[in-house]
């Protein structure tokens, strides 16, 4: 039988030859002492740092996705196989809708909240509009019609409809307050207004509560009561947004949108007084015009990728007037019920603070 010599043995006689260091090192294997004797050998400190590297880079990638999860919290996961390529993290509870002169068109850019990419907290547009000079009007004007949409994480969606500010949410719910300012509506804007005066501008405060559902559909619906001037009344609008389809370089969705108004905003915008009638010269019969549901409508909204941060943003909307807003002289003599609005915008989109 073989006898093996202990490597340290060798070493020793090594040493006493004459083998250089590095020699000595190939040749002798490490010992495997106590540290509580010895310290730690070489080996055991070489896998030490390797695991405290290894639970810090675990522990930053943690924190990212801490920061990732606090900003873009409770997003839908689209079924790529009915919906196109995921579109991980995109909002889709905040409301785009329309410029402040033109609110009766509120609700139809809510379809873009599917659409406008996940990182973007800021986009600027601007297109032309063909639209009714006022709500309830049967003269059509074209007009330019510039977008602003700001968003900052999931808790201000600021936009030209105003801002809502998501201060309690879980889930994919969220509520909180709602802030307007609603353009003024001139009574030179039509020979249908003459004699009614002017609906000053209103600043319209209120409440706000949104939801997602099936990783397709967005639910909105906001109160908001005039302060100062203006209207001076309550109004109440729903918003139902589903997504239709969406790729990275073309998307669409449609929404559907139906408004309650109070007894003072109807009496601001549909109600003939007396005086009124007779500043008309008699054009303008008197008509009294009561709380209610005032319009119903949809709209389709489209995203087409033009190029990088740019894109196209087609759109078109109808409203129906219900018939105790209908029936005003604004409307039954001089204007339409059925309303419509078609444009399109050209969009340009803006990140700050990129994704880890």
Do not use: C
């Amino acid at each position: 039988m073989r006898s093996r010599v202990s490597p340290l043995i060798l070493g020793f006689a090594a040493a006493a030859v004459g083998l250089p260091a590095a020699a000595q090192q190939q040749n002798i294997d490490e010992p495997r002492l106590s540290p509580m004797l010895f310290g730690e050998t070489e080996e055991e400190r070489r896998e030490k740092v390797e695991k405290e590297r290894e639970q810090q880079r675990e522990a930053i990638e943690i924190s990212q996705e801490q920061s990732r999860d606090s900003q873009y919290i409770d997003e839908p996961r689209l079924d790529p196989l009915l919906f196109g390529p995921e579109y991980e993290d995109a909002d889709v509870t905040g409301t785009r809708i329309v410029s402040p002169d033109d609110e009766e068109q509120q609700g139809f850019f809510s379809a873009l909240n599917f659409l406008v990419p996940d990182e973007t907290n800021l986009s600027l547009g601007v297109g032309p509009v063909f639209k009714p000079d006022y709500f309830g009007s049967n003269d059509y004007e074209f007009d330019a019609d510039p977008q602003v949409y700001i968003k900052v994480r999931n808790f201000l969606f600021l936009d030209d409809d105003g801002a809502d500010i998501a201060i309690f949410g879980f889930s994919r719910f969220r509520i909180g307050p709602s802030l307007k300012i609603k353009g003024r509506r001139d009574q030179d804007d039509n020979p249908a207004l003459r004699g009614l005066g002017d609906v000053g501008t209103t600043f319209e405060f209120g409440g706000f509560v949104s939801t997602t559902f099936l990783d397709r559909f967005a639910a909105k619906a906001r109160v908001r009561h005039g302060l100062k001037t203006g209207h001076r009344g309550t109004v109440v609008d729903g918003t139902l947004t589903t997504l239709i389809f969406r790729t990275d370089a073309f998307s669409l969705a449609t929404a559907g949108q139906a408004r309650w108004v109070g007894e003072r905003y109807a009496n601001a915008y549909y109600t003939v007084t007396p005086e009124q009638s007779a500043r008309s010269m008699g054009l303008l019969q008197p008509y009294e015009a009561d709380a209610g549901f005032e319009s119903v409508g949809g709209s389709v909204t489209a995203y087409i990728n033009i190029a990088d941060r740019w894109s196209l943003n087609p759109y078109a909307e109808y409203r129906y007037i219900f018939d105790g807003f209908a029936d005003t002289p604004i409307i039954n003599q001089f204007g339409e019920r059925n309303q419509i609005v078609i444009g399109f915008h050209l969009m340009r989109e803006f990140t700050f603070g990129q994704k880890q």
